[in-house]
């Protein structure tokens, strides 16, 4: 009977052991926004390769609106494949790179085509009226109800754990 016993609790043990193990093994494929300074997840988005995300925000000179308009790749990256915005002066591109086509449309301008590869990107959430807001599958998320203003932030598409997720707020939430 102690022998029996013995066995039911090393099992459960290992049990135990092997649900806590599986806490730290990245499981999640996700757009993550992650504090700058502690490489901490501050946020995520669950996404798969293909799916598509803009970034929206004021620009600070032109005060018009700036939307960057990018695509998640296979190899876990991140595509940057539009720009649209109001004005080309100061800070804006006013002609597309080779292989890409510079558009006036509605009083808008636009470089498509785009294929520009990154690892990541980095930005603030704006304090005061950059209003840097997540659109995903046509719905909007200003980044500031999950993300303290002023805070510099890295986006990248990463696995995350369950720990992980259990601290950070899934920006479908934070609306």
Do not use: W
């Not at 992650?34 to 995520?44: G, I, S, W």
């Not at 700036?66 to 494949?81: A, D, F, L, N, P």
């Amino acid at each position: 009977m102690a022998n029996k016993r013995k066995k039911v609790c090393i099992s459960l043990l290992l049990i135990v052991f092997i649900a806590i193990i599986s806490m730290f093994i990245p499981y999640k494929q996700s757009l993550v926004f992650l504090q700058t300074e502690q490489n901490e997840v501050l946020c995520y988005l669950p996404v798969a390769p293909g799916d598509r995300f803009k970034i929206k925000y004021l620009h600070s000179i032109h005060l018009s609106d700036v939307i960057e308009s990018y695509e998640v790749t296979k190899q876990q990256g991140i595509r940057q494949y539009e720009l649209e915005y109001e004005d080309f002066a100061i800070g804006m591109p006013s002609e597309a790179a080779e292989g890409e086509s510079f558009v006036n449309e509605n009083g808008k301008y636009y470089i498509k085509n785009m294929r520009r590869d990154f690892p990541y990107f980095d930005l603030r959430v704006g304090k005061v009226r950059a209003n840097h807001t997540l659109i995903y599958k046509n719905t909007s998320f200003p980044l500031a109800h999950a993300i303290e203003p002023g805070t510099g932030v890295r986006v990248q598409v990463r696995k995350i754990n369950m720990i992980q997720e259990l601290r950070g707020v899934n920006i479908l939430d934070a609306k």
